[in-house]
């Protein structure tokens, strides 16, 4: 989880109330369900002293805002009176999370939140396509449609020359055509600097594009198993596609800096330490470039902290001078590798650390 874009909401004035829940909009009574949700986590706030300003805008957010489409999960942090975060999850949280503290509670979002991955959707057939580019923050941040030419495309029943010539003339059409798709997807892919090229298309048409476009953006290529260009195609089976690859992607990528992590405490070469006294070390000197965490860090294990979260130790004396005060790791944790620039990883799989935590050091 990229943390940087989180400092501003970390470092905001007050208390926070963080709530995690299942927003699913998938049955016929799935409203009625969301009031009662929502009626125990406000009880829970209230419980727990959050004031009645921020408990309404959380109200106002959960039952008269958006909704989703089929199963989401929901994320909320607000503070003050305002809502500072609003985000969907893609799995819902088996029963809703609930907590009024002086600091946002985010690991269930850095547990559900994949690396940003900028991508292009080609949606192809023989003549043309339409394009779409989406940044590292998911928001559409390009389209395009690009047409070629529609005569001849198709090919024909019969025999003899003429018809020979017909068919290679179509061939040549179509791969004309696939020319230039692949030069607007190449520009867009350089613009958007592209981890991945998603292409819904038949078979012929995919083959035409990967044979056009240059080396680098071959190999990002993924193909669909659904949707195209033609009429009647669902849009939604595609759209799910779509979504499903780039998450897969993005977990790949995020694999990639746990086994980094994994190879550099085999290896003992300084640049990963394991465990609550060497991390919190490694974000006081701001050496942290990716923090890891796992269900086994003590959760509500006390660390010290100075003003700005700049500061933070297992003990009080491990701090420099200004106000120390007690907080919970796993509060903690996440709030001062933001505040420190670095990432904040949640692995999938199991691995074992020390105190639950690990980081893998700039130098």
Do not use: C
Request: glycine share 8%.
């Amino acid at each position: 989880m990229e943390t940087t874009e989180l400092r501003e909401l970390i470092t905001a004035p007050g208390d926070f109330a963080s709530v995690y829940l299942d927003a699913s909009h998938d049955t016929e009574d799935a409203e009625h369900a969301l009031q009662l949700r929502w009626q125990e986590i406000r009880s829970g706030l209230e419980d727990q002293g959050a004031d009645r300003a921020t408990v309404e805008e959380l109200e106002q957010a959960v039952l008269a805002g958006a909704k989703p489409v089929g199963t989401a999960g929901r994320a909320l942090i607000a503070s003050a009176g305002r809502v500072l975060l609003d985000t969907w999850l893609p799995v819902p949280p088996p029963t809703p999370i609930v907590r009024w503290s002086s600091l946002p509670y985010l690991l269930p979002l850095a547990s559900q939140n994949v690396p940003p991955v900028p991508y292009v959707v080609v949606i192809m057939d023989r003549i043309g396509a339409d394009l779409r580019g989406y940044s590292s923050s998911g928001e559409l941040a390009g389209k395009a449609t690009v047409d070629g030419k529609d005569f001849p495309v198709h090919k024909v029943a019969g025999t003899g020359w003429s018809h020979l010539k017909m068919q290679h003339r179509v061939e040549n059409t179509a791969r004309d055509n696939a020319g230039t798709v692949a030069e607007a997807v190449s520009h867009l892919a350089d613009e958007l600097q592209a981890q991945l090229i998603i292409v819904a298309a038949e078979v012929q048409a995919r083959a035409d594009l990967r044979e056009a476009l240059p080396k680098r953006h071959r190999e990002i290529l993924v193909e669909t198993r659904t949707g195209g260009r033609a009429d009647g195609v669902d849009e939604a089976a595609l759209e799910a596609e779509v979504r499903l690859i780039v998450e897969d992607y993005a977990r790949a990528a995020q694999q990639t800096w746990v086994d980094r992590f994994a190879a550099e405490l085999g290896r003992d070469s300084g640049l990963a330490v394991q465990g609550l006294e060497a991390v919190t070390a490694a974000l006081r000197e701001a050496r942290a470039e990716t923090v890891v965490l796992t269900d086994k860090l003590p959760a509500d294990r006390q660390l010290w902290t100075t003003g700005g979260l700049e500061q933070v130790a297992t003990k009080a004396d491990g701090l420099v001078e200004g106000d120390a005060v007690k907080q919970r790791a796993d509060e903690v944790l996440p709030a001062a590798a933001s505040v420190s620039g670095a990432n904040l990883v949640v692995p999938d799989g199991y691995v074992e650390l020390a105190d639950g935590v690990g980081a893998l050091l700039r130098y």
